[in-house]
């Protein structure tokens, strides 16, 4: 990991994100973050969270854990109305964002762009994918890390790791042959401890979470869960 | 005006858009606000600002003055990753947001379903459009407000007021004859009280401003100058 | 009807809409869209079809019944690569497009280029809705017909005229106070001659349909059975 | 070059992309076409056309010369309404199709998506792309030839070849590392033989042109010139 990262983050990362889930917007985002920073504060894991763009700066400027935007738009400053100027969430505190999520996915060329200037901002990149070959593309345009994600598992519980291992395994031998720096991540269903240890022994260095932890009964559980299977 | 918008705001309006620009990015966001702020309390000017996603808020928490958002989208909440959910900017301090921007164009069904949510979270909607026949199908969608703007002179300096009268003319007389209750402002190239003032006598309400209030050498100065010539 | 459609379709209509089903894709279109012409010799109930980009020359070619396409984009002659240029489905022979389907929704100000550069070469634009409020903001527009579609029930056999007959008679209440020139059509489900009368019985002048044509076992018995409802 | 190309295309190549100009729409496109083939015939330049999706049967139909679509949609046959159907161009006589061309910009899990049912389909894919690294992106996702045009200067007869040389030479380097297989045509610009010839010079193997050939006083003869500077 490249010391612009790994001055940031260290591994391995859980990254919840938000969603536009009522249980983590406004004042919900603030105390779920707490708990994130509970978790990483009394665990040492690195848990990072990513509130929805009105809630950056709150949540950044309450917590001591990395905190991410959802997107960013490939813009400089000027006449953008209702887009994501990289500057205006590093100026809230935000240290990286994640692109091209399957919720909010990106053209190609506008990927580039976003990681251009991203990186002209010193924000992390985090270009999720959904499946190894993306994942491969994305890595060509050297991103800080990689999220690969298949789509059709989002939500449902049923953990990539042990329902689609070959994607996430193949997305690590694929991406370290053209990008040995990338950090590569997984996500999809992933809501127990054992899958996120799952996905480390895969080859991954953490997870992308989000109903697993924002929707869990008891999000401080779940995360200690999650930080026992993963430190051991 | 119906008594959910005349509780918020009040006629004549001008509507500061600050679009993506650096100088109205963070605490720039919140300086401008400030000035917007004490023209409005020392004038009486209905002074309304749109400040980014991000910035909302922090200016929603420190001024008086009513605070829109650049953007919502039609969605509520649950998995939409970098959307902006419209119950977020709600709990952030907006009272209404800007739709349809013609720098983030919306599909006609989305326009739809952005202002039955608005209506849902008790958001004051202002639609764009670039007009009069798109200003009036707009308008069938009982929106609070309409914004015509032709996008071929915003930016420009070359005030719509004088450039194209009939486009906000026409505005006026067609979409009155569909909803009475609407709100209609103008914009493009508005830089002069004299074009806000013009843009009254043409029938509208108020006005939709960006770089001629954000790019002004003194935004206090020229902010002055709209509410002299819009009050009088 | 105006004397500029009057002279092309005659209601009530049945307007086929191919989509991208192999069953009318290539020489399927060409057999599919000769059946549909001898219905409509048969019975003189007026058949339309709208096969894909690609089969529009050779269809119009073939059949003497109307011809539309399923989609134009709202461009002028020049550098749009992958668009579809009115003029150039105008030459291969169709008269006239949909516009807005719930599988191909356009942008507001998008709706209005469409209609424009459908006017400018002398095409007829059937406007897609998803409800009546649309439905009014889309005949605002000043297309030639509008076919409102409930999208949740498209392509499930639960005809709309049964599910939601007050989306039908709003939208034709509501339309017709705004533009008495424009023909309704409806669509969505239907796939019975009698869920067709229904339609015409609620105000509309015709069906827009897909599945239950194209995927019929009979679509030429499916046909007869729709104009012996729509015509007696 | 594999196989599966090499039996339909040969190397140097140029790529007669007919945009939406009139001057390429309908009639024109095949009088258009038959001037490709002329001079393929004459000088055994390998000449390919990119008509319209509604020109494609007809001239498919009528010249010798290879057909390409100018875009294609990442979808199976279903409810797709206004898409473009790989199996309808394909039965159109079509043996390949541009992607991701600058006016036709697509997400990135749709370029793996339009590659995947291209393969599917016997379809030749060119994957348009800005500049290097996105080259290499595109490259990783398995397309048969990757077009890489700067969008600054399509369309202004500044030649991409002497403008920007390293960005050809910088994608030739990148993507061979990649993906040995795949060809690399460059594009922008190139009105002249010379152009042609320097973006050979350059490490690619042919070009992608529009208004150079579309738009010139004699097609016939610019591509004569052509011929002579890239065979010689």
Redesign the interface.
Known sequence: MPASISSKVRTPIVLV?F????ES???NALRLAKVCEKVSLETKLCVCVAP???????VAGEVSIPVFS??IDP?S?????????P???K??GAIGT?V?????????????GVITRAHETNLITVVC???A??S???A???PDMIAVEPPEL??TGIPVSKAKPEVVSGTVDLVKR?NRDVVILCGAGITRGEDAAAALRLGTEGVLV??GIVKAKDPYAALIEFAEAMLK
Chains 1, 2, 3, 4 share one sequence.
């Open positions: 994100n969603k536009t889930y009522l917007t406004g004042e929805q763009f009105v809630d950056i700066a709150r959802q997107h813009v400053a000027g006449s953008f109305t209702g887009h994501v100027l500057e205006s969430i100026e809230a994640l091209n999520h399957s919720e909010r996915r990106l053209k190609l060329a506008d990927i580039d994918s959904n499946n070959l993306v491969v593309a994305a060509s345009l050297k989002i939500g053209v989000a109903s």
